[in-house]
């Protein structure tokens, strides 16, 4: 738990579901988005839900956000119930999506954001302040007198981030918050997402994302989620824990009596080895590489020493983790690539290329 | 909108170890209106629910405000072009040497017409447009009535046309002479300002059901248009039209709402026959508007949870 979430213990969870399904009816087939969801996040906690397209991110956020009822089970934002108390929970949340589009392209980006804040009630002028404030906190004030339909991608999200803020929110929900956006914008998002935590004690984010690194970076502890089910949930380091079990470390010396083997032997070293890869390269360069796998890292002070016995420098030191990928890859047998290489070997493509069909002619996609 | 339960289960508000909410100048744009705890944010008193609907009000009319001045080509599509077509109307009657009231019948009907096309082509796809846009799922995340927001496209819409209204009025009256003969002023103002409640309450109606039943009732809207628009009496008195004329006007409130004020403006004359006198259309009006909001507010509601239970109404595009 975040030391954040330390001084809220009184506080009700953040959120709370138990058992909640959604099925969206469709044809051929009923369509399960949720297959019965436990999920208990603290105030205070950055949260992550990382998975796949269709894993049921966005639906299990709509639910949170009161879009969408459970077909079972229940739901609580800091212990108001989505379905009975709703108003509650709206008074205390904002949303905000990749790649939304809302608003009114012919105005422009004070006005637009000035108009958001009127629906969260803020008297007039007070709303005006606000604007001005959050413009220049996401870094739009060259941009406020310019029309919401002139804005790139990026500045777009800064003002829906914006948006988001307006009504001082204590739960805060990211749907692919960076989606379509380059790597400074994303960046940027990123940064502000933490400011702006780090502001209050209590608050809490829940954020979706397909990007490994962003969950990794922003979020205390994540789930695993694809098919509608949580496959796990910890923090990152305890997942990546999960699947790599001892340390890794990478080390590069000017030299090494007796080769790898000297190091074999010593306490919490489980093994010692030159790198595979590195056979071929050894002859032309003068130091020396070893792969060491440990016990647990504070095996590492014995090897420290030892090397210092054996006249040994230590040139280079790298620890080597596993990422959030090769954990989804061990909890699902596949990577995300290949969910969407399999949408595509489908003919599904995951953007498609002519406009949809108007939303009637499409299959209704309806709760069981 | 029914108040919200406030009580949390199983929890003690504003625990002692609460965090302190205490804005720093350097966090000022993050920190806005301190509050203990999220309980304490999430409990508001029914003048706060009522002043935030209120403010969503005037804040859904504002696009509509500023699209007024930002975007001039109104004058034309709706000023000059339904102005052509009074002024065809105005020349037949002069050719056909009617009286001179229905000079003043024709210029009032397309007064009118700008409520009756804000409502029918504006008002009546709002909320479609709005999910098209992915506003409604906005709306919906936040704690205000969509009621409020209906009201505000409708205010938004209303003033708009107002302006449109008064220019054709104006330069109309200006333009071919027309001499009202008012009698009943207060009446008039009465029967105007209930007309357009009526008129928007209707337009709140189509908003909801062009939203559930999508490009049908699109289609619906377009074939009945026309009709409307004849039946409606735009550009004659619609008591001529006998029983059909009866029916519309117990059913459109433009029809029963125009006749009463031709009958208030241009008093003395002899072209309403077969109409009921301003005092009964006025009381028509009023129970129109009446149905139509109390309707539309059903509706609203109904959406909401339909679009929670099924998850197409407000997703964009679903």
């Given at each position: 738990m975040h030391e954040d979430a330390v001084s809220a213990t009184?506080?009700?969870?953040?959120i709370d579901m138990r058992g909640v399904r959604r099925i969206y009816k469709a044809k051929p087939n009923p369509v399960t988005a949720l297959a019965g969801i436990d999920l208990h996040v603290e105030p205070g906690e950055s949260f992550g839900l990382l998975g796949p397209n269709g894993a049921g991110k966005t639906t299990l956020i709509k639910i949170l956000t009161t879009l969408l009822l459970p077909s079972e089970g229940t739901a609580r934002v800091f212990g108001y119930d989505v379905e009975h108390q709703t108003q509650n929970v709206r008074r205390i949340m904002n949303v905000v999506s990749g790649g939304e589009t809302s608003g009114y392209g012919l105005l422009q980006v004070r006005e637009q954001l000035w108009m958001f804040s009127q629906f969260y009630g803020l008297p007039a002028r007070d709303g005006w302040r606000r604007v001005d404030e959050l413009i220049e906190a996401v870094g739009l004030t060259e941009q406020q007198h310019q029309k919401v339909s002139s804005l790139s991608t990026g500045q777009r999200q800064k003002m829906n981030f914006a948006r988001g803020l307006l009504n001082d929110p204590w739960i805060f929900f990211l749907d692919e918050p960076t989606l379509g956006l380059d790597v400074s914008a994303a960046r940027s998002v990123r940064e502000l997402v933490k400011q702006w935590k780090a502001a209050v004690p209590g608050r809490t984010v829940l954020l979706t994302s397909h990007y490994m690194a962003e969950v990794d970076e922003l979020c205390e502890r994540l789930a695993i989620v694809d098919r509608g089910r949580i496959l796990a949930i910890g923090s990152p380091a305890e997942l990546k824990h999960r699947v790599q079990a001892e340390s890794i470390f990478r080390l590069e010396l000017d030299r090494l009596e007796g080769g790898p083997r000297a190091l074999a032997g010593l306490p919490g070293v489980v093994s010692a080895v030159t790198p595979t890869d590195d056979a071929g390269a050894a002859a032309d360069r003068q130091t020396v590489r070893v792969n060491l796998t440990l016990a647990d890292d504070s095996a590492l002070g014995s090897v420290v020493i030892a090397l210092g016995a054996l006249g040994s420098h230590i040139v280079a030191l790298q620890k080597s983790e596993p990422s959030l990928e090769d954990v989804f890859v061990e909890l699902v047998g596949r990577g995300f690539d290949a969910e969407e290489a399999a949408a595509h070997a489908t003919g599904l493509p995951p953007q498609p290329s002519v406009p949809p069909p108007p939303a009637e002619d499409r299959e209704p996609a309806e709760v069981a | 909108m029914a108040p919200a339960p406030d009580s949390v289960p199983g929890t003690t508000p504003v625990p002692a170890t609460a965090p302190a909410r205490a804005p720093s100048a350097a966090h000022s744009a993050f920190v806005y209106r301190p509050t203990a705890d999220p309980m304490t944010a999430a409990t508001w008193t029914q003048r706060r629910v009522l002043v935030t609907n209120l403010r969503a009000l005037y804040g859904r009319a504002y696009p509509r405000l500023i699209g007024l001045r930002r975007e001039p080509s109104w004058l034309f599509f709706e000023v000059l072009l339904p102005f052509l077509t009074t002024s065809a109307f105005v020349f037949v009657y002069r050719a056909l040497q009617a009286p001179p009231e229905y000079i003043g019948f024709v210029v009032l009907g397309g007064a009118m017409t700008a409520f009756w096309l804000n409502v029918m082509w504006m008002m009546a796809a709002q909320l479609y447009w709005e999910k098209d846009q992915g506003n409604l799922d906005l709306y919906f995340t936040t704690p205000i009535s969509l009621m409020s927001v209906l009201f505000g496209m409708a205010v938004g819409g209303l003033l708009s046309s107002c302006l449109r209204a008064s220019i054709v009025l104006v330069v109309g009256s200006a333009l071919y002479g027309v001499s009202f003969a008012i009698q009943d002023w207060f009446l008039l103002l009465a029967v105007f300002f209930l007309t357009l409640t009526a008129l928007y309450g209707l337009g709140m109606v189509l908003a909801s059901l062009f939203l559930l039943f999508g490009r049908e009732a699109w289609h619906l809207s377009q074939a009945m248009q026309e009709p409307v628009y004849f039946v409606s009496g735009l550009n004659f008195p619609v008591g001529q039209l006998g029983m059909l004329g009866a029916l519309a006007i117990s059913l459109i409130p433009l029809a029963v709402g125009l006749d009463a004020m031709r009958q208030l403006a241009f008093s003395g004359s002899d072209a309403h026959t077969g109409t009921p006198s301003p005092g009964v259309e006025a009381l028509m009006l009023v129970a129109m508007t009446v149905v139509f909001i109390g309707f539309a507010r059903f509706m609203l509601k109904r959406l909401e949870r339909m679009a929670r239970e099924q998850g197409k109404l407000s997703v964009r595009g679903g």
């Amino acid at each position: 738990m975040h030391e954040d979430a330390v001084s809220a213990t009184n506080l009700p969870p953040a959120i709370d579901m138990r058992g909640v399904r959604r099925i969206y009816k469709a044809k051929p087939n009923p369509v399960t988005a949720l297959a019965g969801i436990d999920l208990h996040v603290e105030p205070g906690e950055s949260f992550g839900l990382l998975g796949p397209n269709g894993a049921g991110k966005t639906t299990l956020i709509k639910i949170l956000t009161t879009l969408l009822l459970p077909s079972e089970g229940t739901a609580r934002v800091f212990g108001y119930d989505v379905e009975h108390q709703t108003q509650n929970v709206r008074r205390i949340m904002n949303v905000v999506s990749g790649g939304e589009t809302s608003g009114y392209g012919l105005l422009q980006v004070r006005e637009q954001l000035w108009m958001f804040s009127q629906f969260y009630g803020l008297p007039a002028r007070d709303g005006w302040r606000r604007v001005d404030e959050l413009i220049e906190a996401v870094g739009l004030t060259e941009q406020q007198h310019q029309k919401v339909s002139s804005l790139s991608t990026g500045q777009r999200q800064k003002m829906n981030f914006a948006r988001g803020l307006l009504n001082d929110p204590w739960i805060f929900f990211l749907d692919e918050p960076t989606l379509g956006l380059d790597v400074s914008a994303a960046r940027s998002v990123r940064e502000l997402v933490k400011q702006w935590k780090a502001a209050v004690p209590g608050r809490t984010v829940l954020l979706t994302s397909h990007y490994m690194a962003e969950v990794d970076e922003l979020c205390e502890r994540l789930a695993i989620v694809d098919r509608g089910r949580i496959l796990a949930i910890g923090s990152p380091a305890e997942l990546k824990h999960r699947v790599q079990a001892e340390s890794i470390f990478r080390l590069e010396l000017d030299r090494l009596e007796g080769g790898p083997r000297a190091l074999a032997g010593l306490p919490g070293v489980v093994s010692a080895v030159t790198p595979t890869d590195d056979a071929g390269a050894a002859a032309d360069r003068q130091t020396v590489r070893v792969n060491l796998t440990l016990a647990d890292d504070s095996a590492l002070g014995s090897v420290v020493i030892a090397l210092g016995a054996l006249g040994s420098h230590i040139v280079a030191l790298q620890k080597s983790e596993p990422s959030l990928e090769d954990v989804f890859v061990e909890l699902v047998g596949r990577g995300f690539d290949a969910e969407e290489a399999a949408a595509h070997a489908t003919g599904l493509p995951p953007q498609p290329s002519v406009p949809p069909p108007p939303a009637e002619d499409r299959e209704p996609a309806e709760v069981a | 909108m029914a108040p919200a339960p406030d009580s949390v289960p199983g929890t003690t508000p504003v625990p002692a170890t609460a965090p302190a909410r205490a804005p720093s100048a350097a966090h000022s744009a993050f920190v806005y209106r301190p509050t203990a705890d999220p309980m304490t944010a999430a409990t508001w008193t029914q003048r706060r629910v009522l002043v935030t609907n209120l403010r969503a009000l005037y804040g859904r009319a504002y696009p509509r405000l500023i699209g007024l001045r930002r975007e001039p080509s109104w004058l034309f599509f709706e000023v000059l072009l339904p102005f052509l077509t009074t002024s065809a109307f105005v020349f037949v009657y002069r050719a056909l040497q009617a009286p001179p009231e229905y000079i003043g019948f024709v210029v009032l009907g397309g007064a009118m017409t700008a409520f009756w096309l804000n409502v029918m082509w504006m008002m009546a796809a709002q909320l479609y447009w709005e999910k098209d846009q992915g506003n409604l799922d906005l709306y919906f995340t936040t704690p205000i009535s969509l009621m409020s927001v209906l009201f505000g496209m409708a205010v938004g819409g209303l003033l708009s046309s107002c302006l449109r209204a008064s220019i054709v009025l104006v330069v109309g009256s200006a333009l071919y002479g027309v001499s009202f003969a008012i009698q009943d002023w207060f009446l008039l103002l009465a029967v105007f300002f209930l007309t357009l409640t009526a008129l928007y309450g209707l337009g709140m109606v189509l908003a909801s059901l062009f939203l559930l039943f999508g490009r049908e009732a699109w289609h619906l809207s377009q074939a009945m248009q026309e009709p409307v628009y004849f039946v409606s009496g735009l550009n004659f008195p619609v008591g001529q039209l006998g029983m059909l004329g009866a029916l519309a006007i117990s059913l459109i409130p433009l029809a029963v709402g125009l006749d009463a004020m031709r009958q208030l403006a241009f008093s003395g004359s002899d072209a309403h026959t077969g109409t009921p006198s301003p005092g009964v259309e006025a009381l028509m009006l009023v129970a129109m508007t009446v149905v139509f909001i109390g309707f539309a507010r059903f509706m609203l509601k109904r959406l909401e949870r339909m679009a929670r239970e099924q998850g197409k109404l407000s997703v964009r595009g679903g």
